[in-house]
């Protein structure tokens, strides 16, 4: 049964908003850790908690391949099996599937694909997606959508967005002719597509919304079109969901990707960028990114980003950090990761305070605007070792 999603107040077309789930009440706008396989890599369940985050998204395509859906089912479903008592999110695996370009073959009936572990032949439809998230027990599950390569004809991309359509109300069928298996309740959300064309997200909101779903996500963006592309897609995608339901942005972004689509209307996020960036030793700051392994950090006594409350910045040094990330210790793929986690989730509180103050546009405008001022010991471009890269408006998508 669908759980309370309700808005605590707007600013424009900004929302705060609270999402009830039967593992907790998620604060909207937020941001979804990345685990993809039942683990946010680098990051304990504890360490979690302790960075603010409130949901976490494993992807269903992975589990299923290892360990299987019915070893996370016998375990008592994806919290227990994984130590996570918070809210869950699985991808149906429909990006990941997209992405075996040379290994899937895509047919309305479904997809078969041969695993990228072992090369061996599976099928995903519609129906089995749906059955596998019941197993693995998310809060929430995603449908099996089609996300087209960019760029694509008009054809393509009509076929493709009547197929997305066709499989959600298969997967709505599913769903409600089914039951959740682990004694608590399940949302399921739709899925957007239509690439770049205006008209055929307009198309492909129009028919997901008919076919009803708990909440809707915007998928196929952030693929490799210009920033400012997507953003139009995300607005014409915002301008006609329901106002009385989530929004989720599938895979956005960096910090000012996010900001953005907040003022444009989305209510969740999900990128491996901070704990990816965090491994590869670099890490997000209210100045702009820091290249941690820069020899100009050799002797930084002070915090990654003064003022952060974080354990990492509490506890340690930049010159400590670069020592581990020079020396390749696992310690340092843990505090990095966390660092930017809870700047992430910072950044989110913040925004849903301003949105909640009537003050959004201004508070972000202020916000990019400090991403520019720059910090470190020295300031040189990006793809050289050491100082800062700057975060400039509008310009970077996530990857």
């Known amino acids: 049964m669908m759980k309370k999603f309700a808005l605590a107040g707007t600013d424009g077309a900004a929302r705060a908003g609270m999402l009830e789930t039967d593992h907790g009440v998620v604060e909207t706008p937020v941001f979804m850790p990345v685990g993809t396989q039942g683990t946010v890599k680098a990051v304990s369940p504890r360490s979690l908690v302790e960075t603010g985050t409130s949901i976490m998204l494993c992807n269903a395509y992975h589990l299923y391949l290892r360990p299987g859906a019915e070893i996370v089912a016998r375990a008592g479903g994806l919290h227990r099996f994984a130590g996570w008592e918070g809210p869950i999110l699985t991808d149906s695996g429909g990006f990941q599937v997209y992405s075996l370009s040379d ?38 599950i995603m449908v099996l959508d089609e996300c087209p390569a960019l760029p694509c004809d008009e054809e393509t991309l009509h076929e493709s967005v009547g197929r997305t359509h066709r499989w959600g109300e ?24 239509g690439g770049t064309s205006a008209e055929a997200r307009r198309q492909s909101v129009r028919g997901i919304m008919d076919i009803g779903f708990d909440g809707y996500a915007i998928g196929g963006l952030s693929v490799g079109e210009p920033a400012d592309l997507m953003y139009a897609m995300t607005g014409v995608c915002a301008e006609l969901l329901p106002q009385e339901q989530p929004r989720y942005l599938m895979g956005v972004g960096t910090p000012e990707n996010i900001l953005e689509a907040v003022r444009l209307g989305v209510d969740m996020f999900d990128c491996v960028l901070p704990t990816r960036n965090g491994r590869n030793a670099t ?34 040094s930049r010159a400590y950090l670069r020592h581990l990330a020079k020396a390749n210790e696992v310690l340092g793929l843990e505090l990095m990761s ?62």
Request: contains cysteine; hydrophobic residues 35%; negative net charge.
């Open 338 to 399: 966390i660092h930017n986690l809870h700047f992430y989730h910072w950044l989110l509180r913040e925004a849903r305070a301003a949105i909640l103050q009537g003050t959004y546009i201004d508070w972000m405008d202020q916000q990019l605007a400090s991403f520019e001022v720059g910090d470190g010991p020295e300031e040189i471009s990006q793809g050289q070792e050491g100082g800062v890269e700057i975060l400039s408006h509008h310009s970077r998508r996530s990857s």
């Open 103 to 140: 290994l899937r073959t895509v047919s309305d009936e479904g997809v078969s694909f041969r695993s990228h572990l072992d090369g061996s032949l599976h099928i995903f439809t519609p129906e089995s997606v749906v059955d596998l998230q019941r197993s693995l027990g998310p809060d929430i």
């Open 283 to 316: 890490l997000f700051t209210k100045s702009g990114k820091l290249h941690i392994r820069g020899a100009g950090f050799a002797d930084e006594f002070t915090p990654v980003d003064p003022g952060c409350t974080c354990y990492t910045c509490s506890t340690f």
């Open 170 to 193: 298969r997967s709505r069928e599913r769903f409600v002719e089914t039951e959740a298996l682990h004694g608590y309740g399940q949302m399921q959300f739709g899925i957007v597509q």
